[in-house]
């Protein structure tokens, strides 16, 4: 089929890059344009840029779709003669002439099991409020935010102790062989959707930096999850004073535990933390201004953190 495909970061590269290998016609690939980054901050295009220049297919990153520009963008669009458009975690919002242009529309490759999670963080959030199934799904893009029928579905379950970098890089080699899938039914004729149900509607609202402090107030199923759903990034935090006045720690990773105390507190040198309701174990972090991370155990003997302190 002759497609174009939009998406920007490391989760829509396997499947740009498997419908390369199926022998599809990629037109054109849209991606955000380069954005300064690392030390020198120089300018480096997106993970799905770099994929497309490798496989020596054409890109473009307009800033915009919209507005102004809007017609301009869907005559460029309407030239490349589309049988599909695939869309990746693109991160921009396609007008309706854009949505149109397609000869059988655009498909979309979401992070979740709609309509659960419909937004920007659909795995930060499945993370972070404990649930037990996640998946990617294939939905046919409409005018709404993620409101679309869905033809297709692959669940992943989400273990204890998972995080969202793990959950991540799971779904990412799911999607790509459900995207494959839907091209394929696509092609002979048979992809067929269904509406999304009523019920279950939830945002996935962008993570924002002010969700990372750890409340060790709550429960401690809630603040494990906290902790998993924000790994790698933004990364859960706490602070401790290590001698030098207050330094932040990242918890990378954690699980419930079994222990009791005022919340906050270090209980055992197996960095076991007594939350509101319970405890948590800590098991991976990351010290501020530290290249690497280490388990929580290795964090308390190297910072020589022993039960009773605090952590804020």
Not at 15 to 36: C, W
Not at 287 to 308: D, T, Y
């Amino acid at each position: 089929m002759r497609v174009v495909f939009m998406g920007t970061p490391d989760f829509a590269v396997p499947t740009l890059a498997r419908l390369s290998e199926d022998g599809h016609a990629i037109a054109a690939v849209y991606t955000r344009a380069p954005a300064k980054a690392g030390r020198g901050m120089a300018l480096r295009p997106s993970p799905v840029h770099a994929l497309a220049d490798r496989l020596g297919l054409p890109v473009l990153t307009p800033s915009t779709l919209k507005d102004a520009e809007a017609a301009e963008a869907a005559e460029t669009f309407a030239r490349h003669r589309a049988d599909v458009a695939v869309v990746v975690a693109y991160g921009m919002l396609l007008p309706q002439a854009i949505l149109d242009s397609p000869r059988h529309g655009c498909l979309n490759l979401h992070g979740s099991l709609l309509p659960r999670w419909r937004g920007a963080a659909p795995i930060h959030r499945a993370v972070m409020a404990g649930d037990g199934m996640s998946g990617v799904g294939v939905m046919r893009m409409e005018a709404g935010l993620d409101t679309g029928p869905v033809a297709l579905e692959a669940r992943i379950p989400i273990r204890p102790g998972m995080t969202t970098g793990d959950l991540h890089d799971a779904l990412m080699p799911a999607g790509a062989d459900l995207m494959a899938q839907a091209l394929r039914e696509l092609d002979a004729g048979t992809l067929t959707f269904r509406p999304q149900a009523e019920d279950g509607v939830l945002y996935a609202r962008k993570i924002t930096n002010d969700e990372a402090r750890i409340d060790w107030a709550r429960d401690a199923a809630a603040v494990a999850a906290q902790i998993n759903g924000l790994s790698p990034f933004p990364g859960a935090y706490f602070e401790v004073d290590l001698g030098k006045g207050a330094e932040r720690v990242k918890v990378l990773r954690a699980l419930p535990a079994t222990g009791s105390g005022v919340a906050g507190t270090l209980l055992d040198a197996d960095a076991t933390v007594a939350c509101g309701s319970g405890a948590v174990r800590i098991l991976e972090v990351r010290r501020a201004g530290k290249g690497g991370s280490a388990s929580g155990a290795e964090f308390l003997r190297g910072a020589r953190v022993i039960a009773g302190a605090r952590f804020g």
